[in-house]
């Protein structure tokens, strides 16, 4: 049954009322919750939706193999709460972007992330909940936080093989994720987070202790702005002990190691 009918002819539709053709219907239940909870009939762009029975003809939709691979909506007009969106249905996402949709909001640390998400950016949103709780999945190269209002200690996270981008700066979350196993990383953005000295030296030593894996020729690290600055003083130390002694060997290499060096800033300074 239909909710309401707007001025363009489509209509809010419940969630279990538009049936779709070339996808399971949980995964077109999904997607048409996301329509009716951030006002559909106003995006941008909102061609085919609740129009056409065939999913993969919906403006930002792909779909392949029978399933949903991605949902790309950034920077269309999005208006609503997507606390509730129903993500852990879309099982073969590899895609979400929901970036720049500034009137996005909601609580999204009950969110349960796909085993097939490779990027999700929210970034630019009014989005907000502890993300500490949750887990990422294998899958995962690229995640944007930054410029929201999410929170939680997130040193609980592990972060996977092949995460290239960490983008959380400007954000209220705090702690120290896991990278023992990360290699791809380039570019670490972990500014403006209020982080204490601690955080920020113990971010310093995971890039470190981990310095030989990383397989990106330029990686950057910014944790600067409203973080504390690294402890210590920017010197060589054999071996280092201080927040700017790790940022004096990842950036400069100075035993000769071999690795590929980073580009550095922290609140005080930049290096090399």
Do not use: K
């Amino acid at each position: 049954m239909p909710l309401m009918t707007v001025g363009t002819g489509r209509a809010l539709i419940s969630s279990r009322g538009f049936h779709v053709s070339d996808v399971p219907q949980v995964e077109g239940d999904a997607l048409v919750w996301l329509y009716n909870h951030t006002n559909g009939p106003s995006w941008t762009d909102h061609t085919n939706w609740l129009v056409t029975h065939t999913v993969g003809n919906w403006f930002g939709i792909t779909v392949g193999g029978g399933h949903v691979t991605q949902v790309a909506l950034n920077t269309n007009g999005l208006n609503g709460n997507i606390g509730a969106f129903p993500i852990n249905n879309l099982l073969s996402l590899s895609l979400l972007r929901l970036e720049s949709n500034g009137s996005i909001s909601g609580n999204l640390g009950g969110w349960i992330l796909p085993a097939a998400l490779s990027q999700l950016r929210l970034n630019n949103t009014s989005v907000s909940g502890n993300v500490g709780a949750w887990t990422l999945p294998a899958a995962l190269t690229q995640l944007y936080l930054n410029t929201t209002s999410v929170s939680g200690n997130i040193g609980g996270w592990i972060l996977p093989a092949l995460v290239s981008r960490l983008m959380l700066y400007s954000t209220s979350v705090s702690g120290t994720p896991d990278i023992s196993g990360n290699t791809a990383m380039s570019q670490y953005l972990y500014s403006s987070c209020g982080l204490t000295q601690a955080n920020v030296n113990a971010v310093l030593l995971s890039i470190y202790t981990r310095r030989m894996a990383f397989t990106d020729a330029a990686p950057v690290l910014n944790a600067g702005g409203t973080n504390d600055a690294p402890s210590g003083v920017y010197q060589d130390g054999d071996p280092p002990t201080t927040g700017l002694e790790y940022v004096y060997e990842i950036a400069n290499d100075p035993e000769a190691e071999g690795f590929n060096t980073w580009a550095v800033t922290y609140t005080g300074g930049t290096a090399p």
